[in-house]
């Protein structure tokens, strides 16, 4: 019997100028490839030009809103798992990741997600925050997490050099989430 892959999305959780997540997310996508035990994808949440919910939008504009909303539902529907590269900001996910968020519900229901962050704590608020979150859309979050310090992880708070350790993390985290993963594709 052949047992079919994971599918999971490494979604890059911001869409700031100048961002340290593209590095952060790849490192992830790079480490977790390696192992081969699932398929993983990088989703640029940058790329979805998501309105902000309930903002009223010009009649030229809702067309475009339409789309990239189905886009995003589609996207994020096709996978088992997550895991979320989180920054975090004033200690909590982005504005733009919990808009992003408050699209989903049927989408990411009775799947699993973890998370990668950094910070000057390592992002840990903005896990804590994303479990609320995910915790209100059926989302089994893991407990390891990868975190990363602005201040140890980053050479001058913005090029992306992470210390070998963390690979321990990196590993137990994709461990817990293929678990839960795929505990949880059983009953969807």
Do not use: C
């Not at 504009?61 to 529907?77: G, P, R, T, V």
């Not at 096709?78 to 895991?83: L, T």
Request: proline letters at 2%; hydrophobic letters at 45%.
């Amino acid at each position: 019997m052949t047992v079919e892959k994971l599918k999971v999305g490494i979604v890059i959780g911001s869409v700031r100028q100048g961002r340290n997540a593209e590095a952060v997310a790849k490192w992830m996508y790079d480490f977790a490839t390696k192992r081969n035990d699932a398929e993983y994808e990088l989703v640029d949440l940058a790329n979805y030009k998501l309105p902000l919910l309930g903002a009223e939008l010009a009649a030229s504009e809702q067309d475009a809103a339409n789309a990239a909303i189905k886009a995003w539902s589609e996207k994020m529907a096709s996978f088992d798992a997550y895991v979320f590269v989180i920054p975090e900001y004033n200690h909590a996910i982005g504005g733009a990741l919990k808009n992003a968020t408050d699209y989903l519900k049927p989408e990411v229901a009775n799947k699993a997600a973890g998370f990668v962050g950094y910070g000057s704590l390592g992002g840990t608020r903005a896990h804590e925050n994303m479990r609320l979150i995910l915790g209100e859309l059926s989302v089994a979050d893991v407990r390891t997490a990868v975190t990363f310090s602005l201040m140890t992880d980053f050479e001058n708070m913005s090029v992306f050099k992470p210390a070998d350790y963390h690979a321990g993390n990196a590993n137990a985290m994709l461990n817990e989430l293929l678990a839960w993963g795929g505990a949880l594709k059983t009953i969807r």
